[in-house]
């Protein structure tokens, strides 16, 4: 009777979570590193999504995910349900499979990770939670799956480039222990398991390394520039710790009062180490990991600001396994408690705000263009980054869209030295009189006002994004492009 009692609780839980971020992703509307996903899912070859990812520098395990859906001609909510999807089987896992605390559980489940940025919001980052619980799930008996451990390791790798100190800890302590203190191990098994997380990790940092040279959004975005001093990089590593923080509270003005309880909290945290070393260090250098590399070349997002509550929650579940002697750790499993309900709210409020108010323009823009632009019109685009999350709204072969620096039809963006150099108004002028010979409806889509002879206004999003501390910045002005 009580195992069918917790079989319904657990039936209860599963279905309210999937019903809310099911909800708010079919209100969600995407913004443009989601359509940049779908479109090279959608208009790229295998190859050539492998080729794309020297200017991503992530994993193509994601785009091949999306592929099937995209090509077939899918609309561009199913990455979202795809991702929603993710979410919905890590619940299951912890409600069926996991031992802990159900008042934890229900904790992580209704985090604010989990309920928006692991979940509505379509990113690799949505299949890490998910691989970290299967991980869980295996990682008392390890030692008797080496094959199914080590491509879950090797899967964690391909999820993204900042969970490859984790990956790497995970694979140093199983590797380690089976080949030095484990005599009864079968050292083949555990070779060539092995031989598949190298693979992995070797693929994975040989994207960074080539994406580093290629991808010039690392360039754009260096925060390091000028640093000289020892001082001053502590004072970017200070600016990137802040902005953390101002993610997880979700606002930039961040009381004094929070900014200390979550000092706190990771003192109470790296005090609560001394009883699990071994969590402890790899919790710490995930942290730390992310916030170096945030400091140096990238900027901080929500998805991976809450990676931080992602690989606590790992802790919670996995220290109990690392002792002979079990002891419960109060300090961790209070820090943990803490720090969920600090982080949750402000994700409840946008995830509320996204159903009434639009995250990005993109949906209501490429709305507009399907009910009053012409099929097989061509839309040149004078922004080198934001108008993917449009074009992936519209059918394929519906419209032609036109980059002035490449001088090409295209979809997704190309984060190249074209890029980087934007789009300058001559390229548009030009593009208008090439266009003007072979193409008899020309539009102009624009955030950023050009002045450009010979337009008709016919359109503008702009302050239709709803006001947040995360804004999106897609809002479009579209003009035609007079024939005289």
Not at 136 to 144: L, N, Q
Not at 275 to 303: D, E, G, M, R, Y
């Amino acid at each position: 009777m009580k195992k069918n009692k917790i079989s319904i609780f657990n039936l209860i839980v599963l279905l309210a979570f999937s019903a809310f971020v099911l909800f708010v992703a079919f209100h969600h509307e995407i913004y443009e590193d989601e359509g940049q996903s779908w479109l090279i899912a959608r208009d790229l070859s295998p190859i050539g999504v492998i080729k794309q990812m020297a200017y991503e520098g992530h994993s193509p395990l994601w785009y091949f995910i999306l592929m099937p859906f995209a090509k077939l001609g899918f609309p561009v909510i199913t990455e979202n349900i795809i991702s929603c999807l993710f979410a919905v089987a890590t619940v299951y896992l912890i409600l069926e499979k996991i031992e802990c605390n159900k008042f934890y559980k229900l904790l992580f489940i209704f985090s604010g990770g989990m309920i928006f940025w692991y979940s509505v919001i379509s990113r690799p980052y949505c299949m890490i939670p998910f691989l970290l619980i299967l991980i869980s799930i295996y990682y008392k008996d390890r030692k008797d799956y080496p094959y199914i451990y080590s491509i879950l390791l090797a899967l964690l790798c391909q999820t993204h480039m900042v969970m490859l100190p984790t990956a790497f800890l995970l694979a140093l302590d199983y590797y380690g222990y089976e080949f030095i203190k484990n005599k009864e191990c079968n050292k083949k098994k555990i070779i060539k398991g092995l031989i598949i997380f190298f693979v992995s990790l070797i693929v994975m940092c040989t994207i960074v390394i080539i994406a580093k040279n290629m991808c010039k959004i690392t360039e754009s975005h260096n925060n390091m520039r000028g640093v000289t001093t020892i001082k001053e990089f502590f004072e970017q590593i200070k600016i990137t710790y802040d902005d953390t923080v101002k993610n997880l509270y979700g606002n930039n003005s961040v009381p004094n009062y929070y900014k200390y309880m979550f000092v706190l909290i990771l003192i109470s945290i790296l005090i609560s180490g001394i009883k699990n070393i071994k969590q402890c260090i790899i919790f710490f250098s995930q942290f730390l990991f992310t916030i170096l590399i945030h400091a140096v070349s990238w900027f901080v997002l929500p998805a991976r600001a809450y990676l931080f509550t992602v690989t606590l929650f790992f802790w919670i579940l996995n220290y109990k396994h690392d002792k002979n002697v079990y002891m419960k750790n109060y300090l961790l499993e209070i820090s943990f408690v803490i720090i969920i309900i600090m982080t949750s709210i402000s994700s409840y409020k946008l995830a509320f705000q996204d159903i009434k108010e639009n995250y990005s323009t993109s949906k209501i823009t490429a709305e507009y263009i399907e009910k009053n632009i012409p099929k097989g019109s061509t839309v040149i685009c004078t922004d080198v980054d934001k108008y993917q999350s449009v074009v992936a709204y519209l059918n394929k072969n519906d419209y032609k869209f036109y980059i002035p620096n490449r001088k090409k039809y295209t979809t997704y963006v190309m984060f190249d030295d074209i890029w980087l150099n934007g789009i300058k108004r001559e390229q548009i002028l030009e593009a208008i009189n090439e266009l003007k010979k072979k193409e008899k409806n020309i539009y102009i889509m624009n955030q950023n006002l050009v002045l450009i002879p010979n337009l008709e206004y016919k359109y503008t999003s702009v302050r239709g994004t709803m006001k947040n501390f995360y804004p999106r910045y897609e809002q479009y002005t579209i003009y035609r492009v007079k024939n005289n």
